[in-house]
């Protein structure tokens, strides 16, 4: 009965612990979804950035603003809740917005809010990596304390166990 109820709590501790360092979701699937769902932005509102073409360069394609507009329903419904540093997006979809309408009012080029897209895109993927390896690191550190403490319990378990029978 001891050892049951020292196992059962030790399994719980570890699962708890699993819990605290664990993101709702693996951001990797979220990208998948947000993938799924920018394409449907991009059948409703009739605009592709990626086939976009013979647009001036402070001219915003016929339902660029709209799209946009969806694919940052995208990021804030799939990528912001299952991200460990959620303003690294929105300050991207702030950032995006300003750009925009900096297009629009003649002030920055389209190339130069896709190279600062891009920069940012790749910003977020060294951020994410190393959310990563700080949730698998804290991981590690978990297991390794409840290992250590169920081996503690156990080995306490059985002295006490023991101890009777030496007498």
């Known amino acids: 009965m001891i050892l049951k ?5 030790a ?20 990208r998948q979804d947000l993938d799924v769902y920018r394409a449907q932005c991009t059948a409703r509102y009739g605009y592709d950035p990626d086939t976009a073409s013979g647009l001036g360069p402070h001219v915003l394609g016929a339902g660029e603003r709209e799209w946009r507009e969806c694919v940052y329903r ?41 190279a600062r897209v891009q920069d940012l895109l ?23 304390v409840m290992r250590e403490e169920m081996q503690r319990q156990l080995d306490s ?7 009777p029978l030496a007498r």
């Not at 109820?5 to 709590?9: F, H, I, K, P």
């Not at 060294?126 to 390794?144: L, P, W, Y």
Request: charge should be positive.
């Open 5 to 9: 109820d020292t196992l059962g709590a």
């Open 11 to 30: 399994v719980l501790a570890v699962s708890v612990a699993a819990c605290a360092t664990t993101p709702p979701r693996d951001i990797a699937a979220a």
């Open 74 to 114: 995208g990021v804030e419904k799939y990528l912001i809740p299952n991200s460990q540093t959620p303003e690294v997006y929105r300050n991207a979809i702030a950032e995006d917005r300003e750009m925009t309408a900096s297009i629009a009012a003649g002030k920055i080029t389209r190339t130069q809010r896709r």
């Open 122 to 144: 790749e910003e977020i993927d060294r951020i994410e990596a190393a959310n990563m390896a700080r949730i698998v690191q804290e991981r590690n550190a978990a297991d390794r």
């Open 157 to 163: 378990t059985r002295r006490s166990m023991i101890q």
